[in-house]
């Protein structure tokens, strides 16, 4: 990670752009590892996307063969045969590197090319150094994913810490492999070195307003580690449509979801979802918002505000209700649940755009802030809601995340709370304020996919440097020596989706 030079904050950015299992079953994945192969592409060097941190290479090339090349751990390895995350990955990077044609290789004649004098790489060795290489265990923030490769004939070799990195390093040496015109799979001589800039680096997939097939999210996962990223931001429910299927509330997806049968996610479907991204180095993070964002959540008797017209209910909902014992009863019950389903240490509780209208229009809620001194500020009634929810997920050893309208509005939020910033029009500003109140933030304004443009629309996500904002200038006098100060960058698909 590239030191931020600060006395009093240093800013480190963890960035992405914003899909009953557990161990993996090869033969039950490799029915899923026929992508279209894209047409090859000439280099001399392979194409490695992101660009490694330090790459040396040279014009010597070695070739590879499918019928000799083997992917193994070398005898120094912590890690070794057994090591599932590995063992896997060892076999779908070499269907990566050789493709469909093992059955043409073994037909194919020999061909006098331009490579066949060349020497040839017949193993990729890869080193573990942890004493824990981390094979059983789920990625987390703090994962090191840093690797070295060095290209070299008759061996080459792939040494990380952990599991996490092996998996970036596998990635890279995949893309170096390339073929010239006799369909030669060639290598150059290459030194890598490499550790990512940013630690969160994530996709998020909104799944409530369009619900997407469990395959559609797997093939998601396999792009994000195709790019190297490692957090999979789940928006799973909200407003449209409840498509997670609660084991403790089956009636949140049998009357939120949009089919209580064809458009849910069961709890196999989601351990699936978990075990197949730990398989390739990426977190699942759950986003449950409340307490707005919830017109989905009906299944749940008296769990949202009714709203009035004068004295006479109008027949709409609004918001979660926050004046209920029984509500905090209910989130506890549900947060039980989703951190014994989700593994990460964080889950996302939103907390964004919440419309006090309802809140205000409705009697028993104007009674419950006079009772609790709030006045008419109805800030404080979402901040005392935004508190028992936070309660309730660290009682069950989580970390959250929430939107910044939760900073803005002013909620008393506690000091390890990720602030996520997703409006555009004050973007800088919004990081300033975040972390000068000493507050880890994710960054996802610049990155919203879903605003479709045409032509080269592509270039404005690739301009983002998300560190320039006024954060991490030194002054001793309006910066106190103790702050440390880390930005998250997160880009997203928000919103509308498709």
Same mark, same amino acid.
């Given at each position: 990670?590239?030191?931020?030079?600060?006395?009093?904050?240093?800013?480190?950015?963890?960035?992405?752009?914003?899909?009953?299992?557990?161990?993996?079953?090869?033969?039950?994945?490799?029915?899923?590892?026929?992508?279209?192969?894209?047409?090859?592409?000439?280099?001399?060097?392979?194409?490695?996307?992101?660009?490694?941190?330090?790459?040396? *290479?040279?014009?010597?090339?070695?070739?590879?063969?499918?019928?000799?090349?083997?992917?193994?751990?070398?005898?120094?390895?912590?890690?070794?045969?057994?090591?599932?995350?590995?063992?896997?990955?060892?076999?779908?990077?070499?269907?990566?590197?050789?493709?469909?044609?093992?059955?043409?290789?073994?037909?194919?004649?020999?061909?006098?090319?331009?490579?066949?004098?060349?020497?040839?790489?017949? !193993?990729?060795?890869?080193?573990?150094?942890?004493?824990?290489?981390?094979?059983?265990?789920?990625?987390?923030?703090?994962?090191?994913?840093?690797?070295?490769?060095?290209?070299?004939?008759?061996?080459?070799?792939?040494?990380?810490?952990?599991?996490?990195?092996?998996?970036?390093?596998?990635?890279?040496?995949? !893309?170096?492999?390339?073929?010239?015109?006799?369909?030669?799979?060639?290598?150059?001589?290459?030194?890598?070195?490499?550790?990512?800039?940013?630690?969160?680096?994530?996709?998020?997939?909104?799944? *409530?307003?369009?619900?997407?097939?469990? !395959?559609?999210?797997?093939?998601?996962?396999?792009?994000?580690?195709?790019?190297?990223?490692?957090?999979?931001?789940?928006?799973?429910?909200?407003?449209?449509?409840?498509?997670?299927?609660?084991?403790?509330?089956?009636?949140?997806?049998?009357?939120?979801?949009?089919?209580?049968?064809?458009?849910?996610?069961?709890?196999?479907?989601?351990?699936?979802?978990?075990?197949?991204?730990?398989?390739?180095?990426?977190?699942?993070?759950?986003?449950?918002?409340?307490?707005?964002?919830? !017109?989905?959540?009906?299944?749940?008797?008296?769990?949202?505000?009714?709203?009035?017209?004068?004295?006479?209910?109008?027949?709409?909902?609004?918001?979660?209700?926050?004046?209920?014992?029984?509500?905090?009863?209910?989130?506890?019950?549900?947060?039980?649940?989703?951190?014994?389903?989700?593994?990460?240490?964080?889950?996302?509780?939103?907390?964004?755009?919440?419309?006090?209208?309802?809140?205000?229009?409705?009697?028993?809620?104007?009674?419950?802030?006079?009772?609790?001194?709030?006045?008419?500020?109805?800030?404080?009634?979402?901040?005392?809601?935004?508190?028992?929810?936070?309660?309730?997920?660290?009682?069950?050893?989580?970390?959250?995340?929430?939107?910044?309208?939760?900073?803005?509005?002013?909620?008393?939020?506690?000091?390890?709370?990720?602030?996520?910033?997703?409006?555009?029009?004050?973007?800088?500003?919004?990081?300033?304020?975040?972390?000068?109140?000493?507050?880890?933030?994710?960054?996802?304004?610049?990155?919203?996919?879903?605003?479709?443009?045409?032509?080269?629309?592509?270039?404005?996500?690739?301009?983002?440097?998300?560190?320039?904002?006024?954060?991490?200038?030194?002054?001793?006098?309006?910066?106190?020596?103790?702050?440390?100060?880390?930005?998250?960058?997160?880009?997203?698909?928000?919103?509308?989706?498709?």
């Amino acid at each position: 990670m590239d030191p931020a030079a600060s006395v009093c904050a240093a800013v480190a950015l963890l960035v992405t752009l914003s899909g009953c299992c557990c161990s993996a079953d090869w033969e039950l994945y490799d029915r899923n590892y026929e992508p279209e192969l894209p047409p090859v592409l000439h280099s001399s060097y392979g194409s490695l996307w992101p660009l490694p941190r330090s790459v040396v *290479s040279f014009p010597e090339v070695y070739r590879l063969s499918r019928l000799t090349f083997q992917i193994v751990y070398s005898p120094e390895s912590t890690a070794s045969t057994g090591c599932s995350i590995l063992d896997d990955a060892f076999r779908r990077y070499f269907y990566y590197i050789f493709g469909r044609s093992a059955a043409e290789d073994s037909q194919r004649p020999s061909v006098d090319g331009d490579h066949t004098e060349a020497h040839e790489v017949r !193993q990729l060795q890869v080193t573990i150094t942890a004493s824990d290489p981390e094979c059983n265990q789920h990625p987390h923030v703090t994962s090191n994913e840093a690797y070295k490769i060095t290209v070299v004939q008759p061996v080459a070799t792939l040494k990380s810490e952990t599991v996490w990195g092996a998996l970036r390093g596998l990635e890279t040496f995949s !893309q170096l492999v390339y073929e010239d015109q006799y369909i030669t799979h060639l290598i150059n001589k290459t030194n890598i070195m490499d550790a990512p800039r940013f630690a969160h680096r994530g996709v998020l997939l909104d799944t *409530s307003r369009h619900y997407l097939p469990l !395959q559609v999210i797997l093939d998601t996962l396999d792009a994000m580690s195709f790019n190297k990223f490692n957090v999979f931001h789940w928006h799973i429910v909200d407003d449209p449509s409840f498509p997670y299927q609660s084991i403790t509330f089956p009636n949140l997806s049998a009357k939120g979801a949009y089919h209580p049968v064809t458009h849910i996610y069961t709890l196999k479907d989601v351990l699936t979802v978990i075990e197949y991204a730990r398989q390739r180095g990426i977190r699942v993070i759950p986003e449950f918002d409340t307490p707005g964002h919830t !017109q989905s959540w009906k299944g749940q008797p008296n769990l949202l505000t009714p709203c009035y017209n004068g004295e006479t209910p109008s027949g709409t909902f609004g918001p979660i209700n926050p004046a209920l014992n029984a509500t905090y009863d209910f989130m506890n019950r549900l947060f039980k649940e989703i951190s014994w389903v989700f593994p990460d240490n964080f889950i996302h509780l939103g907390g964004d755009e919440v419309n006090f209208a309802c809140w205000k229009s409705n009697p028993m809620i104007t009674e419950f802030m006079l009772k609790q001194g709030f006045g008419s500020d109805y800030r404080k009634l979402e901040s005392f809601y935004i508190q028992n929810v936070v309660d309730i997920v660290a009682s069950n050893l989580k970390g959250y995340m929430v939107w910044q309208e939760v900073f803005d509005n002013g909620v008393k939020i506690k000091s390890n709370t990720i602030v996520e910033v997703w409006m555009a029009s004050n973007m800088k500003a919004e990081l300033y304020k975040v972390t000068k109140a000493g507050f880890t933030t994710i960054l996802a304004a610049p990155w919203y996919l879903d605003y479709i443009g045409y032509g080269q629309d592509w270039r404005q996500y690739y301009q983002v440097e998300p560190l320039h904002f006024n954060g991490w200038y030194f002054d001793e006098n309006v910066c106190p020596s103790s702050n440390l100060l880390i930005n998250y960058a997160h880009s997203s698909y928000r919103k509308q989706l498709l």
